[in-house]
């Protein structure tokens, strides 16, 4: 099942805008960013291998769910849920992520 990736993603009250921008992935030195004062989601479509921004991207969609939820991973325990999500979604439930929608800035 292939699951379209939205421009925008809602948790709660908040409401973030997801981004493919390998220069300011790249300015801040990280794979992706989530900035809760812009509220957004920076991926990296144009460089990082598939399989690399779309973890990124559930590592950073934790780390929304960590802010608002009040919680405290370290950023490893984010890596190990991320790829155990990416596992389950992709692996046993044979989704598909569908990025046509999030173009490169
Ligand atoms: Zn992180």
Request: with cysteine; hydrophobic share 40%; net charge negative.
């Amino acid at each position: 099942m292939k699951v379209k990736i939205p421009k925008e993603i809602r948790l709660l009250t908040h409401t973030y805008k997801i981004r493919s921008s390998s220069k300011e992935t790249r300015a801040s030195g990280a794979m992706a960013l989530s900035r809760h004062l812009h509220q957004d989601i920076i991926i990296d479509k144009a460089t990082m291998p598939r399989s690399e921004y779309e973890q990124a991207f559930f590592h950073e969609v934790l780390h929304v769910i960590e802010r608002h939820f009040s919680m405290n991973f370290t950023d490893e325990d984010i890596d190990r849920l991320a790829e155990g999500l990416v596992a389950i979604l992709f692996d046993c439930l044979g989704i598909e992520l569908d990025w046509s929608q999030i173009k490169e800035e």
